[in-house]
């Protein structure tokens, strides 16, 4: 499905107006590229991380979780590279004083050239950009006399890089030696625990570490909602293997990743794309995204990268501690490889919001028109599972509906409505994406009977109330 901006516009403030996300300290016009969660999108971000951790933790016997802080010592990210090395090219323009990121002006200029010219141009940037060639990168921005929004302008400053970690100081005195930053990744909190974990798990390779947690980019051109924040949650796993098998599993966790975004989030395939990496990162010896079709376009969801045994040498080398394993089934010591999935959790919401995103119009059998704007979020990801809705607010059937929750009650969040017609509180749990609403009627009281209506066909069956509580427990369990 392809979507215009409006729609894109329209999912933003349907996500506001149903409690899913708010811009964050809004009363003081928000803090740019910063968001908060709001009641169900609380609980939907909640019911990703859970069936991602779920897929991790329980579905693979050799993987464990960890939690570790989000500070960690400075030497970390010298260790890592980040210090060095984690930057984007930018460019500010003299006229406006307004930064960009190399690569998003020249994509932006590209949408508004045809196709092959696109194309040849977004091919130049990435080659220049994998050899790092800055003065290629400007000169290739005034060739094709690509302006800066604001002033009009092509009066650009040199490409320079910027480095994107947040820092601070630890305690009260601010010196070098006290700044300390806030994690871009929650990977090192896994590497510099490798060794914790296999001797305290007796762990043997290959075995897998997962996290998930915050980190913190000061991204310059923050954009497109929740695609690109400054502060963000990750869900990183790091596969611990033996030297030389890092193809074999590369292929195998690309293969996984596809398989759980298809079958646990309920992405449609054709959603769905690998793009290798022109340029890899400092610590990669082979790397791929997996891309969504999100409404803005094709961008990254998730990075699998093959990290060879970059980082674990590395720290072995900044922190004079073996970083080694003793592989008994060959007799020798090593610095075992790693294969990393790491996929965003604020991306996986926008993309499950868009995907779930539908306006509806129909005509009905009267030849009247008739309109909704559904969540199709899937029913084990919704945050709300059941509605329970009394008919009247009189003759019992309030008692009913609540027994019928309080029957549900700790098993799945239940949601109960009496105000307003039936047709309107169905609205608002189609906005809110609660797959399933169960009406009490007056025939519930003379033969136990109620009304299930599926959210994303809108059909409804009679069933006994006493089967409520199963139907929807097989249909959240995936
Ligand atoms: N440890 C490897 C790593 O951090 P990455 O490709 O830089 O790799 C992994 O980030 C994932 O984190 C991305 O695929 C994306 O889903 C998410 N992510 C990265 N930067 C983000 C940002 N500024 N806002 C939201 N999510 C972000």
Redesign the pocket.
């Known amino acids: 499905m392809s979507y215009d901006s409006n729609t894109f516009q329209n999912l933003i403030g349907h996500a506001k107006e149903y409690g899913y996300i708010f811009q964050s300290s809004e009363i003081y016009d928000g803090l740019a590229a910063v968001y908060d969660y709001g009641q169900n999108g609380a609980q939907l971000k909640k019911n990703i991380r859970d069936a991602w951790w779920k897929t991790m933790t329980q579905l693979n016997d050799n993987i464990v979780g960890i939690d570790a802080a989000i500070f960690m010592h400075p030497t970390t990210w010298k260790a890592s590279g980040h210090v060095d090395n984690f930057s984007d090219p930018m460019i500010d323009n003299r006229d406006s004083q307004k930064r960009y990121r190399v690569d998003h002006l020249i994509e932006a200029h590209a949408e508004t050239l045809g196709k092959d010219e696109a194309a040849a141009l977004i091919s130049a940037m990435e080659q220049l950009l994998a050899k790092d060639d800055l003065a290629g990168i400007k000169q290739l921005i005034i060739d094709n006399n690509i302006k800066c929004a604001i002033s009009g302008t092509c009066n650009w400053t040199d490409v320079r890089q910027f480095n994107l970690m947040f820092s601070t100081e630890l305690g009260s005195v601010a010196d070098e030696s006290s700044t300390i930053y806030l994690r871009p990744?929650t990977?090192q909190g896994i590497f510099v625990n490798f060794l914790n974990v296999q001797k305290t798990g007796r762990m043997k390779i290959p075995f897998g570490i997962a996290q998930t947690g915050k980190a913190f980019?000061n991204?310059i051109v923050a954009r497109q909602f929740i695609?690109?924040?400054r502060e963000?949650e990750?869900m990183?796993m790091q596969y611990f293997i033996r030297p030389g098998s890092q193809k074999e599993w590369y292929e195998h966790w690309k293969a996984e990743r596809i398989k759980w975004h298809t079958q646990v989030m309920g992405f449609p395939a054709e959603r769905l794309q690998f793009h290798d990496h022109v340029k890899l990162a400092h610590y990669a010896d082979a790397a791929v995204d997996v891309e969504f079709n999100f409404p803005f376009g094709w961008k990254?969801?998730?990075?699998i990268?093959s990290r060879t045994d970059f980082d674990l040498k590395s720290h072995q080398e900044y922190s004079k501690k073996k970083q080694q394993y003793f592989d008994t089934e060959i007799n020798q010591n090593y610095v075992p490889y790693v294969i990393?999935t790491?996929?965003?959790l604020?991306?996986l919401v926008l993309a499950t919001l868009s995907n779930a995103y539908a306006e509806e119009k129909w005509t009905k059998e009267d030849g009247s028109e008739d309109s909704r704007v559904v969540l199709k979020i899937p029913a084990n990801l919704a945050p709300t599972k059941l509605a329970v809705l009394p008919l009247t607010k009189k003759d019992g059937l309030p008692e009913i509906a609540r027994d019928i929750i309080a029957g549900c009650r700790g098993s799945f969040p239940c949601f109960y409505e009496e105000k307003d017609s039936i047709g309107k509180r169905y609205r608002r749990m189609d906005a809110i994406g609660t797959p399933f609403a169960v009406t009490v009627d007056h025939q519930t009281k003379e033969d136990g009977t109620v009304t299930i209506r599926y959210r994303d066909t809108m059909t409804q069956e009679r069933i006994h109330m006493s089967e409520v509580k199963g139907k929807v427990l097989e249909a959240i369990t995936v």
Do not use: C, I, N, P
Not at 300 to 303: D, K, P, R, S
């Open positions: 990744e990977a980019r991204e695609f690109r924040m963000f990750q990183e990254e969801l998730e990075g990268h990393e790491s996929v965003g604020d991306r």
